[in-house]
């Protein structure tokens, strides 16, 4: 089952007192099947971390359209956005984004208490997924009080706890020490092994390596993707620098 298809997306900047304008994406179409875990990488300027703003209906295309599970994003009313994105969307963003006046328990609960879920159900999800992402010990510290992996693994939490149609990462280990990343990954990988449809940005070859599916932006389009298949992580990722080292050089597209 198809859950994100992308359509033929255009995004142009206009500066609102003249300028030239900017072309950040070009003609992107690609589809995320159920299940999916896909990594998108390219330079920076690329495209991509607009493309991740699209696909999250925080920024709008200029051309073309995203569907989640079929329904047209710009079908929905800016005043339900909102309410969209924390009901089908989880984000997991580089910088953490947590609320530093809130422990990691209300940080990772506040997406519950804004659709109004009863608290005894709230404590019902809160405690597997901590105990899973190795933070159940850790809910009653603040986030000024714990390591950059931990405020992570929050983060992922209050992403994960929605139960969310797709999960969107923005460079989720680009803050992370080597330790922190290979955990950090181990619990994409394990999540997206229960079912979890994951679409990750990143520029580390590294994380993208966990992936099934690598999309590689260019000039604001989709030049090249390559599959894992039956590749161990270390063989993948010898395929995916290769194709970055391919597309630095000029190479054709694939």
């Given amino acids: 089952m198809t859950v994100l298809e992308v359509e033929d ?106 659709k109004g879920v009863p608290y005894r159900e709230m404590s019902q999800k809160l405690m597997p ?13 603040y986030p000024y009080e714990v390591s950059g992996g931990q405020k992570q693994r929050a983060a992922a939490a209050r992403a994960l706890i929605t139960e969310p149609r797709l999960l969107l990462a923005d460079e989720p280990t680009g803050a992370l020490d080597s330790k922190s990343t290979d955990e950090m990954l181990g619990i994409f990988s394990r999540i997206n092994q229960k079912g979890q449809t994951i679409v990750m940005v990143t520029h580390s ?27 161990s992580d270390e063989q993948f990722y010898q395929k995916i620098s290769a194709t970055l080292t391919m597309l630095a050089t000029g190479g054709e597209r694939r």
């Fill in 129 to 141: 997924i901590a105990e899973e992402l190795g933070i159940a010990g850790l809910l009653e510290k």
């Fill in 205 to 231: 070859v590294k994380a993208a390596s966990r992936a099934g599916r690598v999309l590689f932006i260019k000039d604001g389009e989709v030049f090249h993707q390559v599959y894992r298949g039956e590749l």
């Fill in 9 to 114: 997306i255009k995004k142009i900047y206009r500066p609102r007192f003249g300028g030239n304008q900017v072309q950040a994406l070009s003609k992107v179409t690609f589809s995320v099947e159920e299940g999916e875990y896909v990594s998108i990488m390219g330079e920076s300027g690329s495209g991509k971390t607009t493309l991740l703003n699209i696909m999250a209906a925080l920024d709008r295309p200029t051309q073309g359209e995203v569907y989640l599970d079929g329904r047209p994003l710009s079908a929905i009313k800016e005043k339900d956005i909102s309410k969209f994105r924390r009901e089908n969307l989880g984000f997991v963003f580089q910088d953490f984004s947590l609320l530093d006046t809130f422990n990691l328990k209300d940080n990772i609960l506040l997406p519950l208490v804004l």
